[in-house]
């Protein structure tokens, strides 16, 4: 009896891994599991539960799985073992909790690795990916994605449906053109070998993510390609209909949109009732019936949707919904609830990195009537600027059409700007160039900004730039949060009234209280003390502070803006920084370059640096020697970035006594690279254009030519790029 068991219980085993899981449930309930030895019943329910999750059933699966990871624990066979939490950890996913999820995942990991079942460890990265993407963490879900493709390649598999997958979580986050280039990839690699069921997938997602960039003809005939493999995949059904509903309401086909949905949503309701495809669909009807201004049944199938994503924490859907609400808010005339909807779908699409989604939502909001001009360009500018990143053709013509509505706004500054001090914001590079614009497009918002960057790249600069081009009467006020004793900071923040503590002998503002109707500058904010992030959290959700020893709150006016050159998602797997603060400081996130990729404004850098040394330096007839300077300092790598680049400028000012020519062979002399090394870096740096490296040198085209022959240089010798 044991034995026959224990074939039958193997053969299901293979049944599994063809995907028969009603044949391997109905095997299942023909054997007497009271009757089988502890391990066969441990092996019972590890074949019941994966046959249900494959299905995205989770009834009667945490028992089973428990009492298996019981009977494996301390049995030689770790492979069952590491099965069971691997399950567990897929069970957590289904049912949306995905932080014991990830731990159970984890813990199959260490197991697999252990007795070196390395397709097993493949197979657990690749689940892991998911419930990481549903957690906004997008860069380690490719990251395992790709290390698991890597393991069954090594193996001599082709890892095609992992392929697949890792093209899918490009597209889920938004990333549609890295997407859709593995996907025509992965086509043209295409054939039976791969199974009928990953070909229709691939079609599916192909067709969908062609259908998000306009690009609608080579969408249908995608749709065209599932033809002949639907009707043997049932969930892969639904998905086709669901993809081919959104792809009718995108084109304006409402009545087919419609028609396609709602045999999704039939197909969906069989499977399982409260999986992700059915809060997608229902989520899709409401999008269907706010495009056909029919918001009652908006209203219906969206809260259907909202009750099934959220007993599973599908994000993506609940964000969709929370959009949905807002449109419907907005049209029943509620201004107040509709922005806090659209602020909450914002705020969670930009938690979970879903930038497709956070940028049709933006364009919803700003093309929404809810927003004042400032407000409203700003929010429509960073939809914009995704859109044209991933080239989305209809939602850039839409945008345009909202953008053209503001053109009587005035872009630049409202104050004096960039020259605080003798410092100016430089910006001759393409990289700079946008930088700049993009900050002064947001700054008339009140939107919280973050800026990140090495030390040294300007953040502080930057962040008063952004506050003179806004509207704001008040002052810019700065925060070195390094510069302030962990004890004095929070007083420092918000003030405290007289008697509050010893040596509190009267009131004093706080800078919060200092900055209202201005700007409030945190900078380093990724070295606050965690006691502090707490209280800095507050005042940012609630708009107000109180000042220590005081019972009165103070209603703020203020715009923050913070600054770090820390890894803030480092810090914050460390624990070491909050999340809610970060996602609540980064409404807009400004990534300042590295000297090393803005060469192109170093000489501007140099002769600003020169004439602003107040050494009373005049340019006089002293441009060209001032540009060849400029290109010669631009060679070496500054680690300290502008900062480093203006105190050797002002060294060789100081030993040269102001004279260019004595600073160039100061440098000349000083410098590790030899004229052969400088020619072959500046050639490389202008894709070897002899004119413009001759100008960048202060020399003739012909000496350049020269040059090259001397050296005998190439063009593939670009070991010192």
């Known amino acids: 009896m044991k034995q026959t068991t224990l074939v039958q219980l193997s053969k299901l085993e293979e049944l599994l891994r063809d995907r028969q899981y009603d044949k391997v449930l109905d095997a299942l309930a023909s054997i007497d599991r009271s009757t089988l030895p502890r391990k066969d019943c441990g092996l019972w329910n590890l074949l019941f539960s994966e046959a249900k999750l494959f299905k995205g059933l989770c009834g009667e699966v945490e028992g089973c799985l428990r009492e298996s990871i019981e009977i494996f624990r301390h049995d030689p066979d770790t492979e069952k073992y590491a099965l069971g939490k691997f399950l567990l950890g897929w069970m957590y996913a289904l049912l949306g909790d995905h932080h014991p999820g990830i731990e159970a995942y984890t813990d199959a990991l260490a197991h697999y690795d252990r007795c070196g079942s390395r397709r097993s460890y493949a197979r657990t990265l690749n689940r892991l990916a998911y419930s990481q993407l549903q957690l906004g963490q997008m860069d380690v879900a490719i990251r395992n994605v790709k290390s698991a493709i890597a393991i069954w390649q090594d193996l ?188 909450k779908a914002i705020d969670l699409f930009r938690l979970i990195g879903s930038n497709y989604e956070l940028a049709v939502t933006r364009y919803s909001a700003g093309a929404s009537g809810l927003y004042h001009n400032g407000e409203r360009y700003a929010i429509l500018y960073l939809a914009r600027e995704y859109f044209e990143s991933e080239d989305v053709k209809p939602y850039i013509e839409k945008t345009d059409t909202e953008l053209r509505k503001n053109k009587h706004l005035e872009h630049g500054p409202r104050k004096s700007v960039g020259n605080h001090n003798g410092q100016a914001i430089i910006a001759l590079s393409p990289v700079m160039k946008k930088l700049i614009e993009k900050a002064k497009s947001i700054a008339e918002s009140d939107m919280t900004v973050l800026l990140t960057g090495e030390t040294g790249t300007g953040k502080n600069l930057l962040a008063r730039h952004i506050h003179d081009c806004s509207d704001r009467q008040g002052e810019f006020i700065t925060v070195e949060c390094t510069g302030i004793p962990e004890a004095l900071l929070e007083s420092e923040l918000f003030g405290y009234e007289k008697g509050a503590f010893t040596g509190a002998d009267s009131r004093k503002q706080g800078r919060f209280e200092l900055a209202q109707g201005g700007t409030l500058f945190l900078d380093e904010i990724g070295d606050i003390p965690g006691s502090t992030q707490v209280k800095l959290l507050r005042a940012l959700e609630d708009r107000k502070v109180m000042r220590l020893g005081s019972v009165k709150e103070i209603l703020l006016d203020i715009r923050i803006i913070a600054a770090t050159n820390r890894d803030l998602h480092q810090r914050m797997k460390e624990n070491l920084f909050r999340s809610d603060l970060y996602y609540r400081l980064n409404n807009i996130l400004i990534d300042l370059p590295p000297l090393s990729e803005r060469v192109e404004d170093i000489p501007a850098m140099v002769e600003h640096f020169l004439t602003n040394s107040g050494n009373g330096f005049k340019v006089n007839g002293n441009g060209p020697a001032i540009e060849r300077l400029g290109v010669l300092l631009s060679i070496p790598d500054y680690g300290g970035n502008i900062r480093e680049l203006k105190n050797r400028v002002e060294k060789l000012l100081f030993i040269s006594d102001g004279d260019v020519d004595r600073m160039i062979e100061l440098l000349l002399d000083d410098n590790v690279l030899s004229e052969r090394d400088w020619l072959l870096r500046i050639l490389d740096r202008t894709a070897w254009n002899r004119r413009e490296t001759a100008r960048r040198l202060g020399v003739s085209e012909g000496t350049i030519r020269k040059r090259i022959r001397k050296y005998d240089l190439a063009q593939s010798n670009t070991d010192l790029a």
């Not at 065209?224 to 993809?243: N, S």
């Not at 309401?249 to 409402?254: Q, S």
């Not at 929370?322 to 419907?328: L, P």
């Open 156 to 343: 001599g598999d082709t890892a095609y449906s992992y392929m697949i997958n890792l093209a899918s979580l490009q597209f889920r986050a938004g990333f549609l053109t890295d997407s859709i280039a593995s996907y025509l990839r992965l086509i043209s690699d295409v054939d039976d070998k791969h199974g009928h069921r990953n070909t229709l997938i691939l079609f599916e997602m192909v067709a969908v993510a062609f259908t998000q960039t306009g690009e609608v003809a080579r969408a249908r005939k995608m749709f065209a390609k599932c033809q002949p493999y639907l009707g043997t995949f049932q969930r892969e059904d639904g998905t086709y209909y669901e993809f081919l509903g959104m792809a009718e309401i995108a084109t304006g086909n409402y009545t087919a949109a419609e028609k396609a949905l709602s045999k999704g949503l039939e197909i969906s309701l069989e499977i399982a009732p409260e999986s992700s495809l059915v809060s997608q669909i229902k989520r899709l009807f409401g999008d269907l019936y706010i495009a056909t201004e029919q918001y009652d049944l908006a209203h219906q199938f969206a809260t259907e949707a909202l009750a099934v994503a959220g007993k599973i924490n599908e994000r993506v859907e609940i964000a969709a919904c929370y959009r949905i609400f807002a449109q419907i808010e907005n049209h029943r005339g509620n201004d107040s609830e509709a922005r806090e909807w659209f602020s």
